[in-house]
């Protein structure tokens, strides 16, 4: 096996890695904030051995990852597979699940990329009610989610998977393009010299062969309570689904 990774044109991992680890949720060691925005998904095939990525394909680009699992196994003999964690030979290639989430505070990008079932489950769990949504509501509309866990009971025992806890639904294609401000001119130049000449002349007014007669009122407005800072919001709040959209299960027209 050869490493193809540098002949990739876009890695499925963007930005900074996001694990869950017994069901703490951290990037680079440190915490994952409380709500992240999904921008994406998809799954993927990647090729491991010795610790390394040597390959790696997209579904996104047309391959049929079910399909390809199993033939691209085949090609490499078990005797180059290395040992899984239940002792069996593990093969190279094998199906990873993708979510892509941007914090809406810092637009900081992290992406999950997971093989376990753990992740299968948190990613289909995600995937489903992202599909039916845009459905219901547009292709625009996304989830703002938290990074959350449950317990989950397997044939080792009880253990803790990820889960992506929907805390709002977000209309990002209706979303205006902030405005570009335009270049200044030679009257604006102009025109922002006499608001500077009046600034100046305050400051002289405030010299201390003065008297000050509003050095108290500005003193209390230094002492005032700095604003509270706003929350961000991305896109349009989006209405959840009624309990007859989700179930599909609303009263035919014809009756």
Not at 69 to 80: M, S, T, W
Not at 211 to 230: D, L, M, T, V
Request: a negative charge; aromatic letters at 6%.
């Amino acid at each position: 096996m050869t490493n193809q990774v540098s002949k990739l044109k876009k890695r499925l991992l963007q930005g900074t890695k996001a694990k869950c680890v017994d069901g703490r949720w951290s990037a680079d060691d440190l915490p994952l904030p409380d709500a992240l925005l999904v921008t994406g998904f998809t799954r993927g095939l990647q090729c491991w051995k010795d610790g390394k990525l040597l390959d790696e394909l997209d579904e996104r680009d047309g391959h049929l990852i079910e399909e390809l699992v199993g033939e691209l196994n085949d090609k490499i003999p078990q005797q180059e597979w290395e040992t899984g964690l239940d002792g069996k030979p593990r093969p190279p290639w094998a199906i990873v699940y993708v979510v892509y989430l941007v914090d809406p505070e810092t637009a900081e990008l992290y992406t999950f990329i997971n093989s376990t079932w753990g992740a299968q489950i948190a990613y289909e769990r995600l995937t489903d009610k992202l599909e039916r949504m845009t459905r219901l509501r547009g292709a625009g509309v996304t989830a703002l989610v938290k990074p959350d866990c449950r317990q989950w009971k397997t044939k080792f025992g009880t253990k803790i998977r990820p889960e992506f806890t929907i805390l709002e639904w977000r209309d990002l294609g209706s979303e205006p393009q902030p405005a570009q401000l335009p270049p200044p001119t030679d009257n604006d130049s102009a025109g922002a010299a006499a608001p500077m000449e009046k600034a100046k002349k305050e400051t002289d007014d405030e010299s201390p062969l003065r008297a000050p007669s509003n050095r108290p009122a500005a003193a209390a407005a230094a002492k005032a309570p700095a604003e509270k800072k706003k929350k961000t919001t991305v896109g349009k709040p989006v209405e959840p689904p009624t309990a007859a959209e989700e179930i599909d299960d609303g009263i035919p027209d014809f009756v």
